[in-house]
């Protein structure tokens, strides 16, 4: 461009001869719209004047001179202030009004230069060169360019709505799968704990299988295995019917007025006033915690295992009691009015659960489930059986014994024998003569042993794959949590590069050879921690401690994010050595507005 607005000799002269006269002109010739010319609107005050004789003074401050001197085509100030309309000082500016479009300042040695740089060709006013004013076309263009854009802003923001409510419902259900598996891992260790006991008796003396207080702490151990089961559901009914549920009504708006509208909402909310002061503030029991039984004596065990037994007992009665408690408020409350109901958000949720828990637990059909029989526990004799009940009892209590005893004589596995004729007499297998069997194969002992720690294994794993996902960051509103680990690849001649959200980023070369890890996931900011914007954490990504280069650094990555309804890699390159830098355009980077 700068050879292009040079000009040969002759040409110079001959606008130097224009100038000059056009100067001499223009000093016989003054209007105020001269001193106006190439005026920023902002300063148009300080060049205002209706005489030529007027004092302007230079906006440095250094000079006064006439206001006919300005725009004259010669340099008075120092600052160039009094020709912002020609080309005679250097370092002064002319704004272009460019109506219809964008106005803009630029070098004032770029008037009558020839060459049109404002679309309104104001910058060529000594008509050297007619420029057309073309600010219409541009700002059509301009804005039609700008209402695109902010389409596409607004399909991000809308799509990071959708990306902010997934996330949420992820982590509100991953919150209760952690709790799930952890109640699981306590039944799990239990069990094992069981099964190991079972595990070490089929691989020891059989006198280590007798004892005082040992055939009472075995149907101690099974009552109590069946107690927690029963609880385990008993409290998932109530966490049911209280998650999200009967506690709604605590944030209820105005239930006075709700109460003179409706009579029968204040027999509901009399009941639920009465319940939340006798159950609200209450805290769940303790879980029970394993006992180290080991060094115990099967007496010890049992008197033990007693003392949990009495304890779960107890808290299933309560939670039982709380149960239907928070049944009879929400059956009140399925008596209210539907217009009353749907009055307040607070009261339609409650009552929403509650068709909900009543879809679920069909209580006249399905009731919950009742206390295991424990009386015969204290009836227990060291040399003596299980008594049973019934005739049939009686039969296949011989049938073992015969059975067992025959064990040693028989080519058949145990485990099959007695499952046969259990199944002929139309009796399952109850957990004591399973122990029974495992105890007498040891075999089957440890294939159900390494099982029950197998799946341990496998609850341990998800649970913490579960908890590492829940202490991550997907930043604000829980946007990224939709796109982690997705990948999306950019194509330059020599690579391809893919980047998987949240995870890593590798380069793959297209002449196939080695690929290179360029970094995982480390961070929200950029390389350099020290010039992390707080205000803008979650518009850079770092990904760091990838392959090493020869001679250099590890490889590393640091993304840029803009806000898009796409997600797309913009521009992805080496910027030094081992170090690179990527746009990425996504709808997680937009900014979601604050709900009114």
């Known amino acids: 461009m700068t050879m292009m607005r040079r000009r040969s000799w002759l040409l110079v002269a001959l606008v130097f001869c224009l100038t000059a006269v056009g100067a001499t002109a223009a000093s016989s010739k003054w209007t105020p719209k001269q001193a106006l010319m190439g005026v920023h609107p902002s300063k148009r005050g300080q060049y205002t004047t209706t005489s030529a004789l007027e004092a302007f003074r230079c906006l440095d401050g250094s000079k006064t001179i006439k206001f006919a001197a300005v725009n004259d085509d010669y340099c008075d100030c120092p600052d160039g202030s009094d020709e912002p309309g020609t080309a005679a000082c250097e370092n002064s500016r002319f704004h272009c009004i460019n109506e219809d479009y964008i106005g803009e300042d630029i070098l004032s040695s770029r008037v009558n230069d020839g060459v049109c740089d404002c679309c309104d060709g104001s910058d060529e006013h000594a008509g050297y060169k007619a420029c057309p004013n073309t600010c219409k076309e541009v700002g059509e263009a301009f804005r039609k360019k700008k209402a695109a854009q902010q389409k596409a802003l607004d399909d991000g923001v809308k799509l990071a709505r959708e990306y902010s409510a997934y996330g949420m419902k992820q982590a509100e259900e991953r ?14 260790d239990a069990k094992i704990k069981t099964l190991s006991e079972v595990h070490a008796a089929a ?13 009472a702490k075995k149907a101690c151990k099974k009552a109590l295995n069946s107690q927690l089961d029963m609880n385990f559901v008993v409290s998932e009914q109530w966490e049911f019917i209280t998650d999200n549920g009967i506690f709604y009504l605590d944030n209820v708006n105005d239930p006075d007025a709700l109460r003179r509208e409706d009579p029968l909402f204040g027999k509901a909310w009399d009941r639920w006033l009465s319940f939340s002061q006798k159950y609200g503030e209450e805290e769940d029991p303790a879980d029970v915690v394993p006992v180290d039984d080991s060094q115990m004596d099967c007496c010890e065990i049992l008197a033990t295992c007693r003392k949990a037994l009495d304890t779960e007992r107890a808290a299933l009665l309560k939670t039982k009691e709380k149960i239907r408690a928070a049944e009879r408020v929400l059956q009140a409350l399925s008596s209210v009015a539907e217009a009353t109901r749907t009055s307040d958000e607070w009261v339609r949720r409650a009552f929403d659960k509650w068709v909900d828990y009543a879809h679920r637990y069909d209580n006249d059909q399905k009731p919950l489930p009742a206390l295991p029989d424990i009386s015969y526990l204290d009836e227990i004799k060291e040399d003596d059986v299980i008594p ?7 039969i296949w209590d011989r049938v073992k014994e015969y059975t067992m005893r025959a064990l040693d004589l028989l080519p058949l596995d145990v485990d099959e024998i007695i499952q046969f004729v259990r199944s002929a007499l139309g009796k399952p297998v109850t957990v004591d003569e399973e122990d029974e069997i495992l105890r007498r194969s040891p075999s089957k002992a440890s294939v159900r042993l390494e099982k029950a720690q197998q799946r341990r294994r496998d609850v341990q794993y998800e649970l913490n794959e579960l908890k590492d996902k829940q202490n991550m960051s997907f930043g604000p509103h829980a946007v990224w949590e939709k796109l982690y680990k997705q990948c999306v690849e950019y194509d330059t001649p020599e ?7 949240l ?7 297209k002449n196939g050879g080695i690929s290179q890890n360029l970094g995982r996931f480390k961070r929200w900011g950029p390389r350099d921690e020290s010039q992390a914007d707080p205000n803008h954490s979650y518009q850079v990504m770092y990904y760091g401690d990838g392959a090493s280069c020869w001679q250099g650094p590890q490889r590393s990555v640091e993304v840029t994010l803009e806000c ?10 080496e910027k030094s050595k081992c170090e690179y830098s990527a746009l990425l355009r996504t709808p997680a980077a937009c900014t979601i507005p604050a709900t009114k």
């Open 503 to 509: 995870d890593r980023i590798t380069q793959k070369p």
């Open 564 to 573: 898009g309804a796409e997600t797309t890699i913009l521009a992805l390159s």
């Open 175 to 188: 919150t209760a799968k952690i709790g799930e598996l952890e109640r699981e891992l306590t039944k799990l």
């Open 388 to 394: 049973s009940t019934t005739l049939l009892g009686n």
């Open 203 to 215: 691989h020891s003396p059989k006198k280590q299988m007798t004892g005082k207080c040992c055939k």
């Open 495 to 501: 690579y391809t590069y893919e980047l998987c959200h």
